[in-house]
């Protein structure tokens, strides 16, 4: 017998091998053998079964084409629910944020409105507080005013009564302005000269004191004023009188060299009863007041001949005449 070849010597390609028949076993089929089968039974085999898949085909690309068309509809209903929950969902991102801003704006102006609050609420206690010190003071304001009225009111009267004095005092004056001055000059002769003019004989016995006075204002180019005291208070009425009945009295009239300038010869005032005066003529002559006079250095003031004489002491008193 021969033996069998080495594995390590096979060689795959049997045709290739030259084995003599000796060495070949021929072993009988264990299954039986089937049926022979004709070309035209495969044929007909075949076309059976082209017609089966045929059909199978048929009826599956059919309900392939049925699943893929819901399929299909099913996927752009799901597309569009997909567009729409994206819509929303950026909707409701933005309305989000929207809220979120405006809460942070609430936020923001309830803190303001709480700081304002704050500060209005310390603005209210301080001006409270000032509220009730100026009640007070003004409290106390009222009771300086009372005693401010009445300490203007006695300081008046005190300014009437030493006005009415200072006036008293100057009852026998007369207050003669327009004589120019010249060095030298005498004024008791020019004195005597003017009483002459008014036909009031005079000696110089009756001049108590005469002197020049500088005004409180002073106008360049107008001299000062001459004030004259007499002994006798009828000797000064008879001089203003006299001067009035001759229409007044002129440089010329007592000899005063140069050109001819009236002279003016009146009660001698006080500054605060001269103003009251100015103050008269005035209003004289924007109510249409026909008289105003001084006589023993009173201001007296008459609307017309069937008027009374009215007094006028004070401004006050001006305010009131009718």
């Given at each position: 017998m021969l033996r069998s070849p080495a594995k390590a010597v096979s060689q795959p390609d049997l045709p290739s091998l030259n084995l003599e028949e000796?060495?070949?076993?021929?072993?009988?089929?264990?299954?039986?053998?089937?049926?022979?089968v004709t070309p035209a039974m495969f044929e007909a085999f075949m076309l059976r079964m082209e017609h089966s898949l045929k059909d199978i085909n048929t009826n599956i690309n059919d309900g392939v084409k049925v699943e893929l068309s819901k399929l299909s509809a099913t996927t752009t209903e799901i597309k569009s629910d997909l567009n729409s929950l994206r819509q929303e969902n950026a909707e409701l991102k933005r309305s989000l944020a929207e809220m979120y801003s405006q809460q942070h704006e609430t936020v923001a102006l309830i803190s303001d409105l709480r700081t304002s609050l704050d500060f209005t609420s310390n603005r209210v206690d301080i001006l409270s507080q000032r509220v009730d010190k100026y009640e007070q003071h003004r409290k106390h304001d009222e009771e300086l005013t009372i005693e401010l009225e009445a300490t203007k009111q006695a300081l008046r009267n005190i300014e009437i009564d030493l006005n009415r004095q200072q006036q008293r005092e100057r009852l026998l004056n007369l207050e003669i302005t327009g004589i120019p001055e010249a060095k030298n000059e005498s004024l008791r002769a020019i004195f005597l000269s003017v009483a002459n003019h008014s036909g009031v004989t005079l000696t110089s016995e009756d001049i108590a004191h005469i002197n020049r006075v500088q005004p409180k204002q002073i106008v360049k180019g107008r001299p000062r004023s001459i004030v004259v005291k007499l002994k006798n208070r009828v000797l000064k009425d008879n001089i203003i009188a006299g001067v009035r009945k001759r229409r007044g009295i002129t440089t010329r009239d007592i000899n005063i060299p140069g050109d001819s300038k009236p002279i003016?010869?009146?009660?001698?005032l006080t500054s605060q009863n001269k103003m009251l005066f100015k103050m008269c003529r005035e209003a004289a002559t924007a109510k249409m007041i026909k008289y105003v006079w001084i006589r023993n250095c009173s201001i007296f003031m008459r609307?017309?001949?069937t008027s009374p004489a009215v007094l006028i002491v004070t401004e006050e008193d001006l305010r009131r005449f009718r």
């Amino acid at each position: 017998m021969l033996r069998s070849p080495a594995k390590a010597v096979s060689q795959p390609d049997l045709p290739s091998l030259n084995l003599e028949e000796d060495n070949v076993n021929c072993r009988k089929r264990k299954q039986p053998e089937q049926e022979f089968v004709t070309p035209a039974m495969f044929e007909a085999f075949m076309l059976r079964m082209e017609h089966s898949l045929k059909d199978i085909n048929t009826n599956i690309n059919d309900g392939v084409k049925v699943e893929l068309s819901k399929l299909s509809a099913t996927t752009t209903e799901i597309k569009s629910d997909l567009n729409s929950l994206r819509q929303e969902n950026a909707e409701l991102k933005r309305s989000l944020a929207e809220m979120y801003s405006q809460q942070h704006e609430t936020v923001a102006l309830i803190s303001d409105l709480r700081t304002s609050l704050d500060f209005t609420s310390n603005r209210v206690d301080i001006l409270s507080q000032r509220v009730d010190k100026y009640e007070q003071h003004r409290k106390h304001d009222e009771e300086l005013t009372i005693e401010l009225e009445a300490t203007k009111q006695a300081l008046r009267n005190i300014e009437i009564d030493l006005n009415r004095q200072q006036q008293r005092e100057r009852l026998l004056n007369l207050e003669i302005t327009g004589i120019p001055e010249a060095k030298n000059e005498s004024l008791r002769a020019i004195f005597l000269s003017v009483a002459n003019h008014s036909g009031v004989t005079l000696t110089s016995e009756d001049i108590a004191h005469i002197n020049r006075v500088q005004p409180k204002q002073i106008v360049k180019g107008r001299p000062r004023s001459i004030v004259v005291k007499l002994k006798n208070r009828v000797l000064k009425d008879n001089i203003i009188a006299g001067v009035r009945k001759r229409r007044g009295i002129t440089t010329r009239d007592i000899n005063i060299p140069g050109d001819s300038k009236p002279i003016y010869v009146n009660e001698h005032l006080t500054s605060q009863n001269k103003m009251l005066f100015k103050m008269c003529r005035e209003a004289a002559t924007a109510k249409m007041i026909k008289y105003v006079w001084i006589r023993n250095c009173s201001i007296f003031m008459r609307k017309n001949e069937t008027s009374p004489a009215v007094l006028i002491v004070t401004e006050e008193d001006l305010r009131r005449f009718r």
